[in-house]
Nanobody, 119 residues
């Protein structure tokens, strides 16, 4: 089993920044990718950003391009999400996810961390 623990959420004003962290532990046999998703109240969970574990190639949802940056520390099995220029529409529970080698989808999920952006 792989455990993912997120941290760094909080309540901020529009225009502020936050940095989320997600540390993986447990029986790690390697990842294909790690990612961040979010779910706002009354909405479905949506993709935010991902990082290919082998080379760090990032992918972003259009809604966060230019404002969010995903990075990873492969030695520490940790992924980060730097969120700048936050807007109220970014308010959501942010989830970390990891796709294990051999899995066809993200098969490991964290418990989530709340991000609230007020105007």
């Amino acid at each position: 089993q792989v455990q993912l623990v997120e941290s760094g959420g909080g309540s901020v004003q529009a225009g502020d920044s936050l940095r989320l962290s997600c540390a993986a532990s447990g029986r790690i046999r390697g990842f294909v990718a790690m990612a961040w998703f979010r779910q706002a109240p009354g909405k479905e969970r949506e993709f935010v950003a991902s990082s290919r574990w082998a080379n760090g190639d990032p992918y972003y949802a259009d809604a966060v391009k230019g404002r969010f940056t995903i990075s990873r520390d492969s030695r520490k099995n940790t992924v980060f999400l730097q969120m700048n220029s936050l807007i109220p529409e970014d308010t959501a529970v942010y989830y970390c996810a990891a796709q294990s080698i051999g899995a066809g989808e993200y098969n490991n999920w964290g418990q989530g961390t709340q991000v609230t952006v007020s105007s």
